[in-house]
């Protein structure tokens, strides 16, 4: 069975950093796309990051360099680092999964998700 399993959400000061994980079972990652997307309250779903299964990089403009993907397929793994955050970046985060090269912040290329995880960023 297919499944990703999001963790390391939290509430966090603004400016203060996270790391999200996101686990995969049922399938290897190494052939596989990943994207990163959030949804905040009353929004819809965006594109925040992704990598593809050679490990090329996309981000959303809007970051600003601030957060960075990566994947250890040796934990079959991919993660978000999130530093300098702000109260804007209060969502839930997604991953998700593609069998496929390259990578896109399309919300239809991907044909698995995760169930999520809330970032909250307060003082």
């Known amino acids: 069975q297919v499944q990703l399993v999001e963790s390391g959400g939290g509430l966090v000061q603004p400016g203060g950093s996270l790391r999200l994980s996101c686990a995969a079972s049922?399938?290897?990652?190494?052939?596989?796309?990943i994207g990163w997307f959030r949804q905040a309250p009353g929004k819809i779903r965006e594109g925040v990051s992704c990598?593809?299964?050679?490990?090329?990089?996309v981000y959303a403009d809007s970051l600003a360099g601030r957060f960075t993907i990566s994947r250890d397929n040796a934990k079959n793994t991919v993660y978000l680092q999130m530093n300098s955050l702000k109260p804007d970046d209060t969502a839930v985060y997604y991953c998700?999964?593609?069998?496929?090269?390259?990578?896109?912040?399309?919300?239809?290329?991907?044909?698995?998700w995760g169930q999520g995880t809330q970032v909250t960023v307060s003082s």
């Open positions: 998700a999964a593609v069998p496929s090269w390259p990578c896109s912040l399309g919300l239809t290329w991907y044909d698995y």
């Open positions: 990598i593809s299964s050679n490990d090329g990089t």
């Open positions: 049922g399938f290897t990652l190494d052939d596989y796309a």
